[in-house]
């Protein structure tokens, strides 16, 4: 038996290759990073964005101060990591929602729920403290627009297809309708945020009760 012969002879071929340093240095990486989005979102809906701090993140993430500077360079761009990766994450949840086969005031009342839930996670919480942060920071601004332009095209998506199946809109066209969509839950959100009781201002069953007029048009 040649050295060749018996060098391959004696491999499993159904055990995995043994992970490169590289590859280990990579994993490492990874998990600082997923380390300190966590802490950061954990931070945010503790204390807000304006009493941030990145010492108070690396602390709770059990890493120097310096790996946040060296994996997202500012407060800015970890807070906008951290609504990056959730962002498109429920996108993606929308894009399969909408890609169903339920009618349209159906996925409307499912969208509501998705809304508790991402108040519960506090999802809601970071995209309106983004907002509220982007009205003085033009960078942050045009990121959060970015985001929200991507629930926008989803909507006029939904929109048109909702179109052509039903004959139309009226007066309105699929982006028109689109923003009629999204903007009643920003301005839901925002109420809920500020303490709002049902008693006080019951935005959660009106935009509930869209649903019966959105299954009235698809009638019609």
Same mark, same amino acid.
């Given at each position: ?53 990145t010492r108070a993140v690396a ?28 962002n498109e994450r429920l996108l ?12 349209? !005031? ?34 942050v601004a045009a990121a959060v ?5 991507? !629930? ?69």
């Amino acid at each position: 038996m040649t050295r060749g012969s018996y060098a391959r002879s004696d491999v499993d071929e159904g055990e995995a290759a043994p992970i490169t340093r590289a590859e280990r240095r990579q994993q490492a990486t990874n998990d600082t990073r997923a380390s300190i989005l966590d802490a950061a979102r954990a931070t945010l809906l503790a204390v807000g964005y304006g009493n941030l701090s990145t010492r108070a993140v690396a602390d709770l993430a059990g890493v120097p101060l310096s790996q946040i500077h060296y994996h997202f360079r500012s407060k800015q761009q970890l807070i906008l990591a951290v609504l990056e990766a959730e962002n498109e994450r429920l996108l993606e949840r929308q894009r399969a929602m909408f890609a169903g086969d339920e009618p349209l !005031w159906k996925q409307w009342e499912r969208a509501c729920d998705y809304l508790e839930d991402d108040i519960a996670s506090g999802y809601v919480r970071v995209l309106h403290e983004m907002m509220a942060a982007g009205w003085s920071d033009p960078e942050v601004a045009a990121a959060v627009r970015g985001y929200l332009s991507g !629930w926008q095209r989803l909507l006029t998506d939904v929109a048109g297809r909702t179109s052509e199946r039903i004959g139309g809109l009226g007066p309105f066209t699929p982006g028109e309708v689109a923003a009629l969509m999204g903007m009643p839950f920003i301005g839901v959100e925002s109420a809920i945020l500020l303490g709002f009781t049902e008693d006080e201002l019951p935005a959660r069953s009106a935009l509930r009760k869209m649903a019966e007029v959105i299954r009235a048009a698809e009638k019609r």
